[in-house]
Structures are given as C-alpha cells and as structure tokens.
C-alpha cells in the first residue's frame, strides 16, 4: 500500500542547532514531495517539493531537504533553528492528485 | 491575494445537527480538496474537485457526509447528522491549473466539535 511514514513522533532541539526531520515513502513509483509546516491553529504551509532533478531542495525559511532514492528517504533540514521553527511538520506524497500525509513530527526548540 | 477562506472557524454543535462548513478557495485556482485531521487518523483527503466537478470521494467516511462546489469561488462540506465521532479539524486547501506541478494552499481549518 502506498504510505508516507515519519518515524519521530517528537523532537526537541535547542536554539541553534541543526534539525533533521526523517520521511520515508513507500510507494510502486516515485511521488512528488512535500513538506509542510503547521503552527499551532494555523494551516499548513509549504515549506519545499520534490519533483524531480536535482535531489536537494532548497525552501523557505531556510529549509532544505533531500531526496535518496535508494532509501525511498526524503529528509527535511535546518543547519541553526530558531525559536519560531517550533511547529509540527507534515511529509506529504502526491499520487494521481491527492496528497498522503506522514502523521507529522512535533519539534520543540529549547532556549 | 486573501488566501483559501474558510468559515466558521470553529462549530460547536449537539449531536444528530446537520453541520455546514464553508470554503472560498483561491481566485483562479480550479482544484479544491477537502481534509479532516484528527489525533487518531491524522491528515486525509476526504474529496477533491477540479473545475468545480467532484473527481475522487473516496476518503468521504459515511453517506453523512456531502460536499458540493456549485461555482468556482464556493465550497460546502455538509454532515447530516453529526456524530461526536466526526470532531476534528477540517481544512480546505486549493491549486492552480495541474495540481501536480502547483503547491496546495490550506485554509486555516475549522474546528468542528460535536457533543
């Protein structure tokens, strides 16, 4: 069956350090990529795709993440994280126009 | 651009009330998808549209639930009745012309609390 999975259920990093957040699809040919972010009560927010090309995007708010084939992997990165990047992130994996959701990593950043 | 609007933002409601929930998707964009979020199940697409025509309901959980797009500026999302397993928040979100190649864009979600 075709799934997005994120392993971590919750991450807490502290001010400045870097953050890895994992995504692993499973699907019989390569989707296209999201990742999203959702602060609290709010929506979600593109953050960065994945279609196709070079395997490291680049997003918004610093936001990069890479695609491994190999590892059916597509793992999201900040190098220094702020306050503000507190916030529950969505992997997401377009097939034939619908949107499959990770069930999202909780990040919290410490001071 | 005042992005995807939803409204209410939150609905409280009793048990067995029918329940509409209302979506203004972006101008000129012509995919509309409804999703419902919830501890337990996390994000799913319940339907999409494209140019105003339901495409895929196959997320819809119970003939309790309809959604309707009689224009290109208007959604509606409609349980009858509602059940207090149907909580959750319900986002709206919409895409330009190939929603494969465009970014969705979310509403803020409304907030459905039945009792």
């Known amino acids: 069956a075709q799934s997005v999975t994120q392993p971590d259920i919750h991450i807490t990093v502290s001010e400045g350090a870097s953050l890895e957040l994992r995504c692993n699809y499973s699907y019989g040919a390569t989707p296209y990529l999201f990742w999203y972010v959702q602060s609290p009560g709010q929506g979600l927010q593109l953050l960065l795709k994945y279609f196709s090309g070079d395997t490291l995007v680049q997003g918004i708010k610093g936001f990069e993440a890479e695609f491994k084939r190999s590892q059916s992997s597509f793992n999201l990165r900040k190098p220094s994280v702020h306050w503000s990047d507190a916030a529950e992130y969505f992997c997401a994996a377009d097939n034939d126009y619908k949107l499959s959701f990770g069930a999202g990593t909780t990040v919290t950043v410490r001071a | 651009d005042a992005g995807v609007i939803q409204s209410p933002r939150h609905e409280v409601t009793e048990m067995g009330q029918e329940v509409t929930l209302r979506c203004k998707p972006i101008s000129g964009h012509d995919y509309l998808f409804w999703y419902r979020q919830t501890m337990m199940r996390g994000l799913e697409l319940l339907i999409y549209f494209n140019n105003n025509v339901p495409i895929d309901d196959s997320g819809m959980p119970e003939d309790r639930f309809s959604a309707k797009m009689p224009n290109a500026s208007f959604s509606t999302l409609k349980i009858q009745p509602s059940e207090p397993r149907d909580s959750a928040v319900y986002f709206c979100?919409?895409?330009?012309?190939?929603?494969?190649?465009?970014?969705?864009?979310f509403g803020p979600g409304t907030r459905l609390t039945v009792l």
């Open positions: 979100a919409s895409s330009g012309e190939g929603a494969r190649d465009n970014e969705q864009f």
